[in-house]
T-cell receptor, first 113, second 116 residues
Framework: DGGITQSPKYLFRKEGQNVTLSCEQN?????MYWYRQDPGQGLRLIYY???????QKGDIAEGYSVSREKKESFPLTVTSAQKNPTAFYLC????????????FGPGTRLTVL | KQEVTQIPAALSVPEGENLVLNCSFT??????LQWFRQDPGKGLTSLLL?????REQTSGRLNASLDKSSGRSTLYIAASQPGDSATYLC???????????????FGQGTILTVHP
């Protein structure tokens, strides 16, 4: 089955630690995205990548970093510089074309202890 | 900057009722408008996508309309069921720096509860 997988489902982090969230897709999509969702709010874009080895900052990139070494993979690192990292993180992917829909993974819930 | 607003923030209806969820956006230069469903603690499931050249899309009991000139989209759910209980999010896709992928801007969502 084609789809987007995210791991882990739940992640706990101590203050001052960096953690990496995994996102993998087998849909052969070019573009991949990371969003953050806080309770009662919509999704906010952290980073996106339209091609391997290239990525752009979204609206709330501070304290986060990404890499895109493979088309299928777009890991997100939440660094210690992110002041309020507790949130639900969603990965998405999309084919080229402004009229095509975006598909989402199941999400990772990150909690800072 | 695109802003997307959803009204109401929460809605509770009895089973069987027809209902309408509203979505408004400030920048009419969108390429498509996508409606999603999100169950608690889960990812987003795409329900309907309306391209900018279209007026509406239908899937089963769901019908979504788009009026770019007024900056509005509605999601109509017919004969609601308890299984429809979820958060519904709308998102508009606008161009981002002249790329061919665009950028989605999300509303805050409407929490729907359908009680038996």
């Amino acid at each position: 089955d084609g789809g987007i997988t995210q791991s882990p489902k739940y992640l706990f982090r101590k203050e001052g630690q960096n953690v990496t969230l995994s996102c993998e897709q087998n849909l052969n999509h070019d573009a991949m995205y990371w969003y953050r969702q806080d309770p009662g709010q919509g999704l906010r874009l952290i980073y996106y990548s339209q091609i391997v080895n290239d990525f752009q900052k979204g609206d709330i990139a501070e304290g986060y970093s990404v890499s895109r070494e493979k088309k299928e993979s777009f890991p997100l690192t939440v660094t210690s510089a992110q002041k309020n990292p507790t949130a639900f993180y969603l990965c998405a992917s999309k084919t080229q074309g402004l009229y095509n829909e975006q598909f989402f993974g199941p999400g990772t819930r990150l909690t800072v202890l | 900057k695109q802003e997307v607003t959803q009204i109401p923030a929460a809605l509770s209806v009895p089973e069987g009722e027809n209902l309408v969820l509203n979505c408004s956006f400030t920048d009419s230069a969108i390429y498509n408008l996508q409606w999603f469903r999100q169950d608690p603690g889960k990812g987003l499931t795409s329900l309907l996508l309306i391209q900018s050249s279209q007026r509406e899309q239908t899937s089963g009991r769901l019908n979504a309309s788009l009026d770019k000139s007024s900056g509005r989209s509605t999601l109509y759910i017919a004969a609601s069921q308890p299984g429809d209980s979820a958060t519904y999010l709308c998102a508009g896709l606008a161009n981002a720096g002249g790329t061919s992928y665009g950028k989605l801007t999300f509303g805050q969502g409407t929490i729907l509860t359908v009680h038996p």
